[in-house]
């Protein structure tokens, strides 16, 4: 797909200015048929949900269709399954409370340290409430990977739920969830996957993980900011939703609670069209590894998808290179360039001597976009022991950034380390 960069780029209006988008892992930019997707909605379809009349019932349409996609995106069993909600984290409080009426004091639930804390603290607020105990599963400092053996002992217990991340949003760490879910579910426990810094990277498919819930969020793969909650479709039909009268008790609206962001849910509806167009446009070599196992737009989606992660593997390799390359910095997380498959391209690192809110402060001026900090992977930082120092400078290419974005990054970064 890097040869073809420029027909890629030419789908992101963002990308006509001359700075590079490094910022990535906090948002990517917006392709234009999702852009297309909001603006028709406003000019053609804008009202609210059931009513009478012509715009409504388009309306009602657009987000039927909405659904569809998304479920075909995340290979879900039926596009009930699917809510839609303000953003992950909010989504995830709401599943965390409606979950958590079932615990009884005693309990158990587990969570990991290497999680953005929306994966974390919504879960340790429900069970202080409810009396219920956490355990949190550590990871290895030196790669940045989950500790499977503190896993398994956290596991022991026979814990209610696994609230695991399926990509690292601070380190890149891509968690093994084919060999995690089933252990979990061996000890008895749901397993809630946040997928948010995942899902811009590869293929997902939630039926062949298992797992029972899981979250992302559209602006992190070319959409609008809009939070999207997989559930199995048997728990969200017992599952108790926290929502108003006469809101309706069926499938999604009943965790889909007031009036939606319909136009950026069309916004949505439009992102997935640009990855589907990617898998017609660069997945038609790729159609064999799926065949047999989708159809239809679940196929190209999986083209896509796969498509877009083989074209991500030379920048990625191009910018860890640079980043190993760099006098005075120090890099976290997986380093190995043969694990490149087990992390997404998203790094995180120090420059000795200097700040990270410094170094991203001059970055910025010389139009290349970084973020500093934790980025809410609080635990990670923390147990880094660099919280209290301006945490990290993070790093994120994805599909429709090049070699020669990693080659000018690679000269300005040299210059602020005095290389």
């Not at 995106?73 to 958590?100: C, D, K, Q, W, Y």
């Not at 739920?161 to 579910?185: C, M, R």
């Not at 923390?382 to 080659?407: F, K």
């Amino acid at each position: 797909m890097q040869h073809n960069s420029e027909l890629i780029r030419a789908q992101f209006p963002a990308l006509n200015r001359p700075d590079i988008f490094f910022d990535n892992p906090g948002g990517t930019q917006i392709a234009q048929q999702s852009l297309d997707r909001i603006n028709q909605y406003y000019l053609r379809h804008n009202s609210n949900h059931g009513g009478a009349f012509a715009t409504s019932r388009e309306s009602d349409v657009i987000l039927d269709e909405a659904h569809a996609a998304v479920a075909d995106l995340l290979n879900a069993a039926r596009p009930e399954e699917i809510v839609f909600g303000n953003n992950m984290t909010t989504l995830t409080l709401h599943v965390s409370r409606s979950l958590s009426r079932s615990w009884q004091p005693g309990d158990e639930i587990v969570v990991t340290r290497l999680d953005h804390d929306a994966n974390y603290s919504p879960w340790v607020l429900a069970a202080r409430d409810r009396g219920v105990i956490v355990r949190e599963v550590n990871f290895h400092a030196e790669d940045g990977t989950l500790d499977l053996d503190d896993l398994r002992k956290k596991l022991a217990g026979g814990p209610k739920l696994l609230a695991v991340g399926y990509a690292s949003n601070a380190l890149g760490t891509i968690n093994p969830l084919a060999e995690i879910i089933p252990l979990a579910h061996a000890a008895g426990a749901l397993v809630y996957v946040d997928a948010v810094q995942y899902v811009p990277h590869g293929p997902v498919d939630v039926q062949a993980l298992g797992c029972d819930f899981l979250v992302t969020s559209s602006y992190k793969w070319f959409g609008p900011h809009a939070g999207m909650l997989y559930g199995r479709y048997d728990l969200l039909d017992e599952l108790f939703a926290y929502k108003v009268r006469p809101a309706s008790n069926h499938l999604p609206g009943k965790f889909e609670t007031g009036t939606q962001n319909h136009e950026g849910i069309a916004g949505v509806l439009g992102a997935v069209e640009y990855l589907e167009w990617l898998g017609l446009t660069f997945g038609a070599d790729l159609a064999d590894s799926f065949s047999g196992r989708y159809a239809g737009r679940r196929l190209r989606l999986k083209q896509g998808m796969a498509a877009l992660h083989r074209s991500e593997v030379e920048v990625s390799q191009a910018l860890l290179d640079v980043l190993l390359e760099t006098p005075g910095l120090t890099l976290y997380g997986l380093k190995d360039a043969s694990r490149l498959n087990e992390r997404v391209p998203t790094y995180s690192f120090r420059l000795k001597g200097k700040h990270p809110h410094a170094v991203a402060e001059a970055l910025g001026e010389r139009g290349i976009f970084v973020w500093d900090g934790n980025y809410y992977a609080l635990n990670v930082t923390t147990d880094l022991g660099i919280e209290d120092d301006g945490g990290m400078v993070r790093v994120g290419p994805v599909h429709y950034n090049t070699v020669a974005e990693v080659q000018r990054f690679a000269e300005e970064l040299w210059k602020i380390a005095g290389g």
